[in-house]
């Protein structure tokens, strides 16, 4: 009996768990899913105060899993 492999099978990036790589993933999936909600990425704005503080617990928590 074969064992038969997923259909659907994601892209997943593990190697991309800094800060930079974070940030740069979120930017492109409110990109892609909320198109006209979210389009203001100026540094200034909260929502990217809000999307940085995301990538940088992001990347806290994969320092402590690697650790």
């Given at each position: 009996?074969?064992?038969?492999?997923?259909k659907?099978?994601?892209?997943?990036?593990y190697?991309?768990?800094d800060?930079?790589?974070?940030?740069?993933?979120?930017?492109?999936?409110?990109?892609?899913q909320?198109?006209?909600?979210?389009?203001?990425?100026?540094?200034?704005?909260?929502g990217?105060?809000?999307?940085?503080m995301?990538?940088?617990?992001?990347d806290?928590?994969?320092?402590?899993i690697?650790?």
């Open positions: 009996m074969s064992i038969n492999a997923p659907n099978i994601r892209d997943i990036n190697t991309g768990k800060f930079d790589s974070i940030k740069l993933e979120l930017i492109n999936y409110l990109k892609q909320f198109p006209s909600q979210f389009d203001d990425f100026n540094q200034a704005s909260g990217m105060a809000i999307l940085e995301e990538a940088f617990v992001g806290l928590l994969s320092f402590y690697d650790r």
